[in-house]
């Protein structure tokens, strides 16, 4: 169980959470219908990590943007990634540690939620442009 955050251990992570996103029934399939060649995916995941565990600023992408037209991704499915996350996170460090990449996904899977499902509507009940 790692008791500190580093680039290695978060490496391990991205691979495990993602190995078992990749078999996963509901998952796998919308993932490795998307995702053609896994290893520069965990690149950009562990840079993505890393930036936000240890604030390096190795990452420059758009999270938002890589997951918007995503086929087949669905609001309801963010709650079984968390889970899959949680699992992970819990399996590989230290309870403190788990609970803070926990809390830093949670507010991202928000975010993304937000970003890609919300769609605010006017007085009339009619959604807006």
């Given at each position: ?5 580093t680039?290695a ?8 959470f993602?190995?078992?996103v ?12 998307h ?21 390096d600023g ?5 999270p ?29 460090y ?13 507010r991202?899977?928000?975010s ?6 919300y ?8 959604a807006?442009?």
């Open positions: 169980m790692f008791q500190a955050v680039e251990n978060i490496r391990v992570l991205v691979e495990t993602y190995g078992r990749r078999k996963d029934d509901v998952l796998g399939p919308i993932f490795n219908a995702i053609a060649d896994w290893e520069p995916h965990f690149q950009t995941l562990t840079r993505f990590w890393c930036s936000v565990m240890l604030a190795g990452y420059k992408g758009d938002l943007g890589s997951h918007k037209d995503v086929p087949g991704i669905a609001e309801e499915l963010f709650s079984r990634w968390l889970s899959l996350f949680e699992h992970t996170t819990s399996d590989l230290h309870p403190d540690l788990a609970a803070a990449f926990l809390q830093r996904a949670q991202m899977s928000k993304l939620v937000a970003g890609m499902f769609r605010p509507e006017n007085v009339d009940g009619q807006l442009p």
